[in-house]
């Protein structure tokens, strides 16, 4: 079992950055490929970025790529994203979640999930 708890989230101008952070409790945070994913309002839930056990891969979607950053601390038990140049569409809940298998993108992979942290990005 692992419960997840992100935090970070709030407003912030376009161009700006954020920092998220999910913290886990579990004994075993080390068994479970992570992944940060997000959701806007009549939307579905969209992968933005996935880290495998040890960090050896790390995948982003196209729209995270090159402006988001995924990294994840073993020894505390914490996934950290730092999204920089963050953009309007940006604008969502995000999520952390776990899994025992890759970090694919498909979200119905993840097995354990946060209650999510908004995101807004706007003037």
């Known amino acids: 079992q692992v419960q997840l708890m992100e935090s970070g989230g709030g407003l912030v101008q376009p161009g700006g950055s954020l920092r998220l952070t999910c913290s886990a409790s579990t004994s075993d945070f080390g068994s479970y490929s992570l992944a940060w994913l997000r959701q806007s309002p009549g939307k579905e839930r969209e992968y933005v970025s996935g880290?495998?056990?040890?960090?050896?891969?790390?995948y982003y979607s196209p729209a995270a790529k090159g402006r988001f950053t995924i990294s994840r601390d073993n020894t505390k038990n914490i996934l950290t994203l730092q999204m920089n140049n963050l953009k309007s569409e940006d604008t969502a809940k995000y999520f952390c979640?776990?899994?025992?298998?890759?970090?694919?993108?498909?979200?119905?992979?993840?097995?354990?999930w946060g209650q999510g942290t908004q995101v807004t990005v706007s003037t």
């Open positions: 979640a776990a899994t025992v298998l890759a970090p694919v993108t498909n979200a119905r992979t993840y097995q354990y």
């Open positions: 880290i495998d056990r040890v960090s050896s891969g790390i």
